[in-house]
T-cell receptor
Framework: DADVTQTPRNRITKTGKRIMLECSQT?????MYWYRQDPGLGLRLIYYSFDVKDINKGEISDGYSVSRQAQAKFSLSLESAIPNQTALYFC???????????????FGEGSRLTVL | AQSVAQPEDQVNVAEGNPLTVKCTYS??????LFWYVQYPNRGLQFLLKYITGDNLVKGSYGFEAEFNKSQTSFHLKKPSALVSDSALYFCAVRAPGQRDSSYKLIFGSGTRLLVRP
């Protein structure tokens, strides 16, 4: 089983619909991230969380919200999806010690979202 | 502001030949630099990092990267490419977060490596 699991892996929806992407991890890490990948733009940080009560905006948080329901779960919501939110979304995790000393992140396999 | 640039969208190389994937960075202070690889339909995987020490860093799958402070570069290299190395490669730099103890990774736009048989 994957250490970082994202659901759904693929989703097609319509403009204006509410969408939630979920991420769960079994690595015991305290830090979790949501990135968006677009061709030619690389990965851009949407939101990140250092623990259940610590959530921070990234570079492109407008139009998104998150919830850290538990240390192992971090959900990304699009309250009213629009076509330019069509992208591949990645969840990632790290632990405080590892990130402070190496910067290594562990990624899920991605959730491909298409907004029509 | 911290940033990282990958000037090539795609690199093509024949199997058995050496490969280089370029990365340049802009940081304030000492740079923490990384390479990640993304295989088709998969998430990113950590390849290697530079924090301090030797300018030549060795990583997974036979890859290495050379840190050059004067040229602000961190190019990824491999002496002999394999077809299975074909993937999307991302350079990243660690940037300060909103608190002194927090950091986040800023990624480049990615370079697609195509190794032909």
């Amino acid at each position: 089983d994957a250490d970082v699991t994202q659901t759904p892996r693929n989703r097609i929806t319509k403009t204006g619909k509410r969408i939630m992407l979920e991420c769960s991890q079994t690595k015991g890490h305290d830090r979790m991230y949501w990135y968006r990948q677009d061709p030619g733009l690389g990965l851009r940080l949407i939101y990140y969380s250092f623990d259940v009560k610590d959530i921070n905006k990234g570079e492109i948080s407008d139009g998104y919200s998150v919830s850290r329901q538990a240390q192992a779960k971090f959900s990304l919501s699009l309250e009213s999806a629009i076509p330019n939110q069509t992208a591949l979304y990645f969840c990632a995790t790290s632990d405080t010690y590892r990130e402070m000393n190496t910067g290594e992140l562990f990624f899920g396999e991605g959730s491909r979202l298409t907004v029509l | 502001a911290q940033s990282v640039a990958q000037p090539e969208d795609q690199v093509n190389v024949a199997e058995g030949n050496p490969l280089t994937v370029k990365c340049t960075y802009s940081v304030s202070g000492n740079p923490y630099l990384f390479w990640y690889v993304q295989y088709p339909n998969r998430g990113l995987q950590f390849l290697l990092k530079y924090i301090t020490g030797d300018n030549l860093v060795k990583g997974s799958y036979g890859f290495e990267a050379e840190f050059n402070k004067s040229q602000t570069s961190f190019h990824l290299k491999k002496p002999s490419a394999l077809v299975s190395d074909s993937a999307l490669y991302f350079c990243a730099v660690r940037a300060p977060g909103q608190r002194d103890s927090s950091y986040k990774l800023i990624f480049g736009s990615g370079t697609r490596l195509l190794v032909r048989p």
